[in-house]
C-alpha cells in the first residue's frame, strides 16, 4: 500500500513555543492531505485538510491561527502548533489517499508533549 | 456522512474468527462503507471498503446487507496482533480521504 510517513515521531517543547510536524506521501502525489488528532482514549478528530497550493479548510471549532497548515507541494503537508500549551498535547495523525476515491492511508502520528 | 453504531468492546480467542458489527441504518445510497483499525499508539490502517455486495480481501471480509442499514466485518483467523480498535466509517466516494470516526469497537484477541 501507499506510504505516509510522519515527522517527528515525537516531540516535547515547552510551553509558548512552536512546533512544526511534516507529513509526507512518499509514493504518491497527495493534492489533499488531512490532518486529525487524538486525546488519549479518544477517537481520532478531524482538523482540517490541506489542499496543495491553497489555503486549508478547518473543521468548526479548530484555531486556524494557532494550527498552521502549509501544503506547499504535492507531497508535504506541514501541521505547525503555535504558541503551544499543555493542553495542545496530544497524538497528532495525518492522512492522504492517492486519488480522489481510493482508501485513505495515514502517518504513524506524532506524539506532541508541551510541558 | 452518515452515523455508525459499534459495541464498544468485543473479545476473541486467538484462531477463531472475529465478526465485528457496525450498525449505519441512515447510510445513503452513495456511501461506501470503510473499515480502518488503529492499533496502539499508530495511525489507522485501512482494511477494506464496500458499496453493496460483500468484499474480501487478504486481511478480512466485509458482508453487507440487503438494505445496507448494517455490516459485519470478518477477521477469519484473529491473531494477538490483531488486538486493535476497529472502526466502521461511512463516507461518500468522492469524499472518502476526510473520515468522520466514531467510538469504533476494541477487539481484544486472546490466547
Known amino acids: 500500500g501507499a506510504v505516509v510517513s510522519q515527522h517527528p515521531s515525537w516531540v516535547i517543547c515547552k510551553s509558548g513555543t512552536s512546533v512544526k510536524i511534516e507529513c509526507r506521501s512518499l509514493d504518491f502525489q497527495a493534492t489533499t492531505m488531512f490532518w486529525y488528532r487524538q486525546f488519549p482514549k479518544q477517537s481520532l478528530m478531524l482538523m482540517a485538510t490541506s489542499n496543495e497550493g491553497s489555503k486549508a479548510t478547518y473543521e468548526q471549532g479548530v484555531e486556524k491561527d494557532k494550527f498552521l497548515i502549509n501544503h506547499a507541494s504535492l507531497t508535504l503537508s506541514t501541521l505547525t502548533v503555535t504558541s503551544a500549551h499543555p493542553e495542545d498535547s496530544s497524538f497528532y495523525i495525518c492522512?492522504?489517499?492517492?486519488?480522489?476515491?481510493?482508501?485513505?492511508?495515514f502517518g504513524q502520528g506524532t506524539r506532541l508533549t508541551v510541558v | 456522512d452518515a452515523k455508525t453504531t459499534q459495541p464498544p468492546s468485543m473479545d476473541c480467542a486467538e484462531g477463531r474468527a472475529a465478526n465485528l458489527p457496525c450498525n449505519h441504518s441512515?447510510?445513503?445510497?452513495?456511501?461506501?462503507v470503510y473499515w480502518y483499525r488503529q492499533i496502539h499508539s499508530q495511525g489507522p490502517q485501512y482494511i477494506i471498503h464496500g458499496l453493496k455486495n460483500n468484499e474480501t480481501n487478504e486481511m478480512a471480509s466485509l458482508i453487507i446487507t440487503e438494505d445496507r442499514k448494517s455490516s459485519t466485518l470478518i477477521l477469519p483467523h484473529a491473531t494477538l496482533r490483531d488486538t486493535a480498535v476497529y472502526y466502521c466509517?461511512?463516507?461518500?466516494?468522492?469524499?472518502?480521504?476526510?473520515?468522520?470516526f466514531g467510538q469504533g469497537t476494541t477487539l481484544q484477541v486472546k490466547p
Open positions: 466509517i461511512a463516507a461518500f466516494s468522492g469524499n472518502t480521504g476526510k473520515l468522520i
Open positions: 492522512s492522504a489517499t492517492r486519488q480522489a476515491k481510493a482508501e485513505a492511508f
Open positions: 441512515t447510510i445513503s445510497g452513495n456511501e461506501y
